[in-house]
């Protein structure tokens, strides 16, 4: 189970039936994987995940905030233009708090009162020491990524990830063509890498196949 999956379940309990009426600024933009977020940065960070969400009115509002939440951590192919190009998902500290601001804009909606994340949760994201990647990329055959590895290389450095988990059984993709997309998670330590520098992901293959996802960490936030 990848650390999204593990903090959606604890975090969520911890969301239901804590309320507050504090009032949070606005966030301003930010760029640069930032491991020294403040707890007044982390607030501004789940303030502007449940903004988001406080304006989506229908599930297509919703897809939609999805969807730009995700172009800002985004490395490699760009899906909208190239449906089957090889791409990463890069979930930040700063990702999981808007991520979690979401959750508690949506709590909030379902419950009908103010939905807040007590501190102490707040302070286990800024603490979270692992980057998660999650790789999407597509293939001939259902189980073409079983077995895929994945490496971060920043020039001389390689990185491996403390965990990976296993590829997700390929989704055929419309159209006459076969052809099927797939995905899997991977956690790299902060402590292992530049998170404010440039770098490559190289994703493995049995068969010996090596695609390469170029990610420059000063441009995620």
Same mark, same amino acid.
């Given at each position: ?49 449940? &903004?988001?969400?406080?304006?989506? +009115? %229908? ?6 905030? $999805?969807?730009?939440? =995700?172009?800002? #951590? !985004? ?37 009908? &009162?103010?939905?807040?994340?007590? +501190? %102490? ?6 603490? $979270?020491?692992?980057? =998660?990647?999650? #790789? !999407? ?44 997309? %797939? ?39």
């Amino acid at each position: 189970m990848g650390i999204g999956s593990t903090l959606f379940v604890r975090l969520t309990l911890s969301l239901l039936g804590m309320a507050s009426m504090s009032l949070i600024a606005l966030p301003t933009t930010s760029h640069a994987i930032d491991l020294s977020l403040s707890l007044e940065e982390a607030n501004t960070a789940l303030a502007a995940g449940r &903004q988001t969400m406080e304006t989506a +009115e %229908s599930v297509e509002d919703v897809a939609a905030v $999805m969807k730009a939440s =995700e172009k800002m #951590v !985004r490395v490699g192919a760009n899906p909208e233009v190239d449906p089957c190009g090889a791409h990463a998902i890069l979930r930040t500290r700063r990702y999981w708090l808007e991520y979690f601001g979401r959750r508690e804009a949506a709590e909030s909606k379902r419950q009908k &009162q103010e939905i807040r994340m007590p +501190e %102490s949760k707040i302070q286990e994201i800024l603490d $979270m020491p692992y980057l =998660e990647v999650e #790789v !999407r990329l597509c293939g001939e055959e259902e189980f073409f990524a079983e077995g895929a590895e994945i490496a971060m290389q920043q020039g001389n450095l390689m990185v491996r990830p403390v965990d990976i988990g296993p590829a997700e059984r390929g989704r055929k993709n419309p159209g006459p063509t076969p052809s099927f997309r %797939s995905r899997f998670t991977a956690r790299f330590a902060y402590a292992d890498f530049d998170p404010q520098a440039s770098g490559t992901l190289a994703i493995f293959f049995p068969d010996g196949t090596l695609i390469n996802i170029p990610a420059d960490f000063a441009k995620i936030p």
